[in-house]
Each structure stands twice: as C-alpha cells, then as structure tokens.
C-alpha cells in the first residue's frame, strides 16, 4: 500500500487535516506533513508544543482490513516509531504508556491515534511528533529532541522519507 502525500506549511493540527480528508474524499491511504502546527494536540486534551523544524506528520488508514486489534496497532505504531529513531539513536529508546517514547527518561516522540468512521468504513489516524531540533522545556516533564542527543543536526526530508516507507511496509502486512 502506498500512502498518498499531503504537504501543508502550516495547519491547525496534522490529525485535524486527516480528518477532512477522509471525510472529504475517497482516499484511504494517506500521510500529512505540515511545517508548523497551531494547534497539535497530544493525548487527554493536552496540547503539543509544535517548534518549527520537528516533524508534524499524520498517517490515515482503513482499520476495517487490520488483522490486529486496536491496542495491538498501538503498540505496533510505537515500535515503528521506535524503529526510526533507532536508526539514528543507537541506545535504548523505551515506551511510556500509551504511547510517548523516551530517552533517558526524558520525551522525544508523542503519537496520537483517533478513530473515525465514515459510511461503513473504519480509518485510524495517527498523529506523529518527534522532537528533532528542539524540544519543549515542560515542568514536570522532561524532553529532549534527537539533534541534541547525536550532537548534530538531522534531515527531516530524509526522516520523513524513512517513517513513509516503514509504515507503508509494516501496514501492509498487517492487512488481510
């Protein structure tokens, strides 16, 4: 499968773009990637900080032709995170439930999943942020960005090219 690209400068939020799309459209497969993000949201309502230069990217899917359940796919989208950032991060990335991933205790990655129906059609969205050249300085909640932890700066074309290809592969599989 291979997810049709939407590129904004800047949106409200990534997952919020997906969702017109799919209801404004017959597109089932698709990835969004914005420059800028006003209004990221993160999970309970909680707000994304979107600094210029990270990666804002969305993935939409049909969830009706998954073999997994949707805790499963949680997880799975985390690995495939995970995966990414240990191309480049060579020490030990861990998860913090539901679905933040973590170096040194410290955030670099949130993913958002939200489900919509349209029709009779399931579709999963899930929203990426990783911190490649700045990261948020939260009380009570340490980040970190990946450019900081290599000590040098990362390719963002180059990511976004490497988390398409990983999710189209493993997506793939997991359809009937």
């Known amino acids: 499968m291979k997810f049709k690209i939407f590129r904004f400068k800047k949106v409200e939020s990534t997952n919020n773009i997906a969702i017109k799309i799919i209801k404004n459209s017959n597109i089932d497969y ?60 060579k020490r030990k990335i861990t998860f913090k439930k539901p679905n933040d991933l973590l ?5 670099i990655c949130g993913i958002l999943q939200e489900k919509i129906s349209k029709f009779n059609k399931k579709y999963l969205i899930v929203g990426i942020g990783i911190n490649l050249i700045k990261n948020p300085n939260l ?5 970190t960005n990946l450019s900081e932890l290599l000590n040098k700066k990362v390719s963002k074309n180059k990511i976004e090219k490497q ?9 793939t599989k997991l359809c009937r």
Do not use: H
């Open 163 to 171: 988390i398409k290809k990983i999710f189209e592969t493993k997506i």
């Open 139 to 143: 009380k009570n909640y340490p980040t």
């Open 30 to 89: 698709g990835m969004i990637v914005s420059n800028a993000q006003k209004k990221g949201r993160g999970q309970y309502g909680k707000k994304w900080i979107s600094y210029n230069g990270n990666l804002f990217v969305t993935f939409f899917y049909k969830f009706d032709d998954l073999k997994v359940s949707l805790k499963q796919i949680t997880k799975i989208n985390c690995l495939l995170v995970k995966k990414l950032l240990s191309t480049y991060y």
């Open 103 to 107: 170096v040194n205790k410290k955030k």
